[in-house]
């Protein structure tokens, strides 16, 4: 595992190979050790080889910005509606100015589900990140298998939690972040961590993500050709934070629109979310979390969105289930 500009660095090669012969059984396993190391400590890393082409990943982006700087009223046709069936409104959406948060985006869940709202413009929107959005739900579900080996779990387990149904809800979002001013400071995204199972993140040439690492901000900075990828709550309650949610924030720069696509991998809202026996009850450790639904915690994490409240301090993370 190398270290890339603040980040672990993991290279997916082996697994997009024959693993025939011993000398890349010994490349798979070297690399599964990364990412559980990484997870251990940062939360956060860095792969390349990963099976996203470089060229989708920009033309993505770069559709992505057209789209954002399209009219108002242009962006209004796909704006987000309620009631269609999905925890949160297919669509676009601007934050309100209640927010602690500065930026705008355009969700979109698997397409077969039918939810999605695409804009007639840019001209191959729909297709370039309808098929961005698959190779990254691929990579999804490797890097699934790579921490159930890592964590000494059998093959497929966190696909029970997670599984492609038509209930999971996994989401791909693209997201603008407007430039920094005076009167709103520089903060894009506030301190979170992300309260699903994985995310990750494409980001352009302007960076402005930073992750929390032993009480010093960590600036994630653009290297071409790798994703970032961190893990969420879901999976640091599962582990019984053997592995890590890490804090990150996205700072805004003066003058500079920042632009960057999300995938998330999230869990079905009907499941039971508690610390598994192999970290707590088999390995003698108590659990540092009471179990919950997982459709109750969205509710609690919508509210920090869409209807903020007046201090940090009341905002809902992973520690309202902590023991």
């Known amino acids: ?18 693993d025939g012969d011993e000398g890349a059984r010994a490349a798979r396993a070297s690399a599964i ?10 939360g ?55 927010s602690p948060d500065n930026a705008e985006y355009l969700l979109m869940y698997q397409p077969h589900l039918g939810h999605n709202l695409y804009p007639a413009e840019p001209h191959e929107f729909r297709e370039t990140l309808d098929e961005c959005h698959e190779k990254l739900a691929k990579l999804g579900v ?16 966190f696909r029970k939690y997670t599984a492609d149904s038509d209930s999971s809800f996994h989401f791909f ?16 995204l506030s301190k979170h961590e992300d309260g699903k199972a994985l995310t990750f993140v494409l980001q352009d040439t302007v960076g402005g993500l930073e992750v929390l690492k032993d009480g010093e901000w960590v600036p994630v900075e653009p290297i071409d050709g790798t994703i970032i990828i961190n893990i969420g709550d879901l999976i640091q309650v599962l582990t019984n934070k053997k ?38 009850d088999k390995v003698g450790k108590p659990p540092r979390y009471r179990w919950f639904r997982h459709g109750e915690y969205v509710e609690l994490r919508k509210r920090n969105k869409f209807d903020p409240p ?9 520690n309202y289930y902590a023991i």
């Open 1 to 18: 595992m190398a270290a890339a500009k603040g980040l672990p660095m993991v290279d997916l090669a082996p697994f997009f190979t024959d």
């Open 33 to 42: 050790e990364a990412v559980v190391e990484a997870c251990r400590t940062y």
């Open 44 to 98: 956060f890393f860095r792969v390349v080889n990963h099976g996203v082409p470089r060229e989708l990943v920009s033309r993505s982006l770069e559709l992505s910005a057209a789209f954002f700087a399209l009219p108002d009223e242009e962006k209004a046709k796909v704006a987000a509606e309620a009631g269609r069936g999905t925890p949160i409104p297919a669509g676009y959406f601007r934050l309100p100015s209640r």
């Open 142 to 157: 490797l890097v699934q298998e790579i921490l159930a080996e890592g964590m000494g779990l059998p093959p497929g387990f």
């Open 173 to 188: 979002a693209a997201l603008h972040y407007f430039p920094a001013t005076e009167e709103d400071g520089s903060v894009g």
């Open 243 to 280: 592995l890590k949610s890490a804090t990150h924030r996205v700072v805004r720069k003066p003058g500079m629109h920042r632009h960057s696509m999300i995938y998330v991998v999230n869990v079905d809202a009907d499941k039971w979310i508690e610390p598994l026996p192999e970290f707590t």
């Open 310 to 318: 007046a201090t940090p301090e009341e905002f809902y993370n992973i």
